[in-house]
């Protein structure tokens, strides 16, 4: 099994910046892929930001020039850098990792259970 903790969520005003944090423990032989997808309410579940374990990134839209997804393999560890937040960035921000428990290419996923993100006006 694999554990995903988060860290970092909270409340900003409009133009701000917060960071989140998300590290993966367990039983890991590899991570592949680690992200964030994020829930407003009323909303379908959305990819925010993912990064592989080669280093490419892939971000929505609505996040490009504002957002940035990092990580650091050895703490298995990924960031999200939010700047400019706007009140339509509030949402539940899941933790998302791609795993693998041995040499053999059969991958798990495993989601974090959240941290809430809140932008006021």
């Known amino acids: 099994q694999v554990q995903l903790v988060e860290s970092g969520g909270g409340l900003v005003q409009a133009g701000g910046s917060l960071r989140l944090s998300c590290a993966a423990s367990?039983?890991?032989?590899?991570?592949?892929?680690m992200g964030w997808y994020r829930q407003a309410p009323g909303k379908q579940r959305e990819l925010v930001a993912t990064?592989?374990?080669?280093?490419?990134?892939n971000y929505a839209d609505s996040v490009k020039g504002r957002f940035t997804i990092d990580r650091d393999v050895n703490k298995r560890t990924v960031f999200l850098h939010m700047n400019s937040l706007r009140p339509e960035d509030t949402a539940i921000y899941h933790c998302?990792?791609?795993?693998?428990?041995?040499?053999?290419?059969?991958?798990?996923?495993?989601w974090g259970q959240g941290t809430q993100v809140t932008v006021s006006l």
């Open positions: 998302n990792a791609r795993t693998q428990r041995t040499i053999l290419p059969n991958e798990e996923t495993f």
């Open positions: 990064i592989t374990n080669g280093g490419s990134t």
């Open positions: 367990g039983s890991i032989f590899r991570v592949n892929v």
